[in-house]
C-alpha cells in the first residue's frame, strides 16, 4: 500500500500530497467511468485530483473539470502553424511560375559585347513556350536591376509607373522594366547563322524624357548589374526567369602620368626638342648670311653689275650688183 507523501512526477515536476489504496501515485486513477479529460490544461495524477497549474485539486469521488479558458486555450490553432498555409495560399494565388533559364550575355564574338552603358544579350528563346498562362498576348519585359538590390514583384506590375522607370534609376528605384516583346518575338526556332541578341542601353535619345518611363536608355554607371525576363497578362506577372550572374561595365582608364609613368620620356623629349630647335636656328642664320654677302665680290670690286659702253662703227652694207660691170 502506498504511503501518502510529498513527490514529483517525473514529467510534470508537480507536488502531489497522496495517493488512495491500492493505486499508484502519478498514474491516471479517475473514478470508474470519468476517464482523464484529454482537454484538460494539467495532468491527471490519481488520487481523484486533478491538477491544473500545480495549484488546484479535486476531492476524490468528483468529476474533475478542465476550467474553459485552458479548453479553449488548447483548441485555438497556434499561428506557427497557420503561417506556412497562409504563405502557400498566397503563393497559390499569385500564380507567379519561375523559369528556369538565366538570361546571359551573348556568346557571339562582337564588337561592343560590353561597353561603358551598355551590354548584349541573348534573346530568351523557347524560354516561355512550355508556360501555359502566356500567350501571344502576353508582354515579356526586360528588367534590369542592380545586382545587390532586392526586388520583388507584387501581384500587380504597371511599367509605365513612376516606380520602374528608367528615368529614376538608381536614385529613386532599384530597377526599371524595358524591351518589351511577345513570344512571338523569342520562337524556339532559330537558323544557324543567325544571330539573335538584344543589346540593353542602346537609346540615347529619351533617357531624360519622362515621358517614356520603359526607355532602354544607357546605364548610369559601371554597375555591377543584373536582368531577368517578366511575363505579364496585363499588369499580372505570370512567369519569370531567373536572375542573370552579375554584369560589370567597362570603365575609362586615365593615361599614365608622374615621374614614374612616363615622366622620364617626356624630359627625354624636351631635351631633344630644344636641341633640334637650336639648330634650326643656327641653320636659318647661316642661310640668311649667305643671301646678303652672295652678291659681293672677294676681290673688292662692286657687286652691283654694270654693263659697259661700247661702241659700233657704222658701216653701210652695199651689193655687188650695184657696181658696174667690168668691161673686157
Not at 495524477?45 to 491538477?51: F, N, R
Not at 504597371?158 to 529614376?168: D, E, K, R, V
Amino acid at each position: 500500500m502506498a504511503r501518502c507523501g510529498p513527490w514529483r512526477t517525473p514529467a510534470t515536476s508537480v507536488p502531489v500530497l497522496c495517493a488512495p489504496p491500492g493505486g499508484h501515485p502519478g498514474v491516471g486513477n479517475a473514478p470508474r467511468g470519468n476517464g482523464p479529460d484529454l482537454f484538460a490544461a494539467g495532468p491527471w495524477l490519481g488520487a481523484g485530483m486533478w491538477v491544473v497549474g500545480g495549484r488546484r485539486r479535486v476531492p476524490w469521488g468528483q468529476t474533475p473539470r478542465p476550467p474553459p479558458a485552458a479548453r479553449t486555450r488548447r483548441s485555438a490553432p497556434s499561428p506557427c502553424t497557420m503561417l506556412p498555409l497562409l504563405l502557400l495560399l498566397l503563393a497559390a494565388a499569385h500564380g507567379l511560375q519561375e523559369l528556369p533559364y538565366e538570361p546571359i550575355l551573348t556568346e557571339h564574338k562582337m564588337s561592343g559585347r560590353i561597353t561603358g552603358s551598355t551590354f548584349v544579350l541573348e534573346q530568351p528563346r523557347c524560354a516561355f513556350d512550355n508556360v501555359t498562362a502566356v500567350g501571344t498576348a502576353t508582354s515579356i519585359w526586360l528588367v534590369v536591376a542592380e545586382a545587390a538590390a532586392p526586388v520583388s514583384f507584387p501581384t500587380s506590375v504597371q511599367p509605365g509607373l513612376p516606380q520602374w522607370a528608367f528615368q529614376n534609376f538608381p536614385t529613386n528605384t532599384s530597377a526599371y522594366l524595358t524591351l518589351e516583346a511577345t513570344i512571338l518575338n523569342y520562337p524556339c526556332s532559330k537558323n544557324p547563322p543567325e544571330i539573335t541578341v538584344l543589346r540593353v542601353g542602346s537609346e540615347s535619345s529619351c533617357a531624360k524624357n519622362s515621358a517614356v518611363p520603359t526607355c532602354n536608355g544607357p546605364l548610369p554607371g559601371p554597375g555591377p548589374y543584373k536582368v531577368k525576363f517578366l511575363a505579364l497578362n496585363g499588369t499580372e506577372p505570370v512567369a519569370e526567369t531567373q536572375w542573370s550572374q552579375p554584369i560589370t561595365l567597362r570603365t575609362a582608364q586615365q593615361p599614365p602620368s608622374g615621374p614614374g609613368a612616363g615622366g622620364k620620356r617626356s624630359a627625354e623629349m624636351i631635351a631633344i626638342t630644344s636641341i633640334l630647335s637650336i639648330l634650326l636656328a643656327l641653320l636659318l642664320a647661316s642661310l640668311v648670311a649667305t643671301l646678303a654677302f652672295s652678291g659681293s665680290d672677294p676681290c673688292g670690286r662692286g657687286g652691283v653689275f654694270k654693263p659697259e659702253a661700247a661702241s659700233v662703227r657704222r658701216y653701210n652694207t652695199h651689193h655687188v650688183y650695184d657696181q658696174p660691170a667690168a668691161r673686157l
